[in-house]
């Protein structure tokens, strides 16, 4: 095996080494923690939020999300949020989903309430806000300037 051939392996190795490492910080960065508790929260809509996305509290990632399912009698998204047992939030906390930026992805920002009473593993978190859609909000806005111009 020349010199040349030698190199270019340990290049393609490393190359490959480099990848492997990328892909295991991915797999860890969306693991649900393996203890804690769950709630739930059902949105109108949760466009932008999928299974692994984050779970913010004061801009802070403390969780993710760890399930989505339609509810069908109540056609709402249901969300399951994964949480450390170090988290304990107020019964009257809310959930809003919020995002990145404009072209960035969303996350789950929970907003600790009041309350004395803590919510307890597989509670809902009953104040919502669902995702706003950029493309409604700009087809709003040409609408608005469309009938001012009339």
């Known amino acids: 095996m020349s010199d040349d051939s030698r190199a270019e392996l340990i290049a393609g190795g490393l190359v490959l080494a480099v990848a492997a ?7 860890s960065a969306r693991m649900v923690p393996a203890s804690g508790y769950e709630l739930t ?8 939020i999928e299974k692994g ?3 913010r509290l004061a801009g802070v990632p403390v969780g993710r999300v760890s399930d989505i399912r339609l509810n069908p009698e109540t056609y709402y998204a249901e ?3 994964s949480l450390p047992d170090n988290i304990l939030l107020p019964s009257d906390s809310a959930a809003l989903i919020q995002s990145d930026g404009l072209l960035g992805g969303a ?8 309350s004395l009473d803590n919510l307890s593993p597989g509670d809902e978190i009953e104040d919502v806000q ?15 300037q469309a009938s001012n111009s009339e």
Do not use: C, T
């Open 130 to 144: 669902g995702a706003v859609s950029l493309l409604s909000l700009m087809m709003k806005f040409v609408d608005s």
């Open 79 to 81: 969300a399951r949020i």
């Open 41 to 48: 929260a059902a949105f109108p809509s949760i466009e932008g």
């Open 53 to 55: 996305s984050e779970v």
């Open 21 to 27: 490492g990328f892909l295991v910080f991915a797999g």
């Open 107 to 114: 996350y789950l920002e929970l907003q600790p309430g009041g």
